[in-house]
């Protein structure tokens, strides 16, 4: 059964603590994504990584970075924390389609980060 | 740029009841349109998909079909269950990036 598995399902900060949201995905998948969901706003998309050591900016890549040194991992990292990084973090992967772009998106359960 | 926009939820239905969730996009070029589920403390996963014009996707008894001339890509359900309650978000891809709709909350009341 394909699998991406989010590291942590629930975690509490303090405001400027550093936090690593890790994701595992064993589909051998080029690419991966990070979202952010909030009610009324959907998934926004923070980083995405097409290969090894590449990474490309999102629409909201403020207070984010992200790293990608092997294949199956994708790290997102708030280097410090503030109370608006409050949100559920969902990774995805998927392997490039061809001309009509991605394919399916396959997701893990999701991380919800409470800043206080 | 690309954009997606669904219908407000949420949206409350009696079982068996007939389910019609909105969603148009805009687009240049010819993106692939998706429908994703959320059941309650999982993450996404993929309820459907067309690829081009006029296709119709299908699954667990939901279906959509991409048509290009109303830029509309409706869900569809004839008669809903209590396990359907979710959220549900139309979504569109095009190149790397997926774009999604704000969601739509479904409670089926038994």
């Known amino acids: 059964d394909v699998k991406v598995t989010q590291s942590s399902r629930y975690l509490v900060k303090r405001t400027g603590e550093k936090v690593f949201l890790e994701c595992v995905q064993d589909?051998?998948?080029?690419?991966m994504f990070w979202y952010r969901q909030d009610p009324g706003l959907g998934l926004r998309l923070i980083y995405f990584?097409?290969?090894?050591?590449?990474?490309e900016k999102g629409d909201i890549p403020e207070g984010y970075s992200v790293s990608r040194e092997k294949k199956e991992r994708f790290s997102l990292i708030l280097e410090s924390a503030s109370t608006n990084q409050t949100s559920m973090y969902l990774c995805a992967s998927t392997q490039p389609g061809g001309t009509q772009g991605s394919g399916e998106l396959f997701f893990g359960e999701g991380s919800r980060l409470t800043v206080l | 740029g690309d954009s997606v926009t669904q219908m407000e939820g949420p949206v409350t239905l009696s079982e068996e009841a007939f389910l019609t969730i909105n969603c148009t996009y805009t687009?240049?070029?010819?993106?692939?349109l998706f429908w994703y589920v959320q059941y309650p403390g999982e993450g996404l996963q993929l309820l459907l998909k067309a690829t081009k014009a006029d296709d119709k996707g299908s699954n667990k008894g939901f279906e959509a079909t991409y048509r290009k001339e109303t830029t509309s890509f409706h869900l569809e359900k004839g008669s809903v269950q209590v396990s359907d309650s979710a959220v549900y978000f139309c979504?569109?891809?095009?190149?790397?990036?997926?774009?999604f709709g704000a969601g739509t909350r479904l409670f089926v009341k038994a």
């Open positions: 687009a240049t070029g010819y993106p692939s």
């Open positions: 589909m051998d998948h080029e690419n």
């Open positions: 979504a569109l891809s095009g190149g790397f990036k997926t774009i």
């Open positions: 990584s097409y290969d090894v050591k590449m990474k």
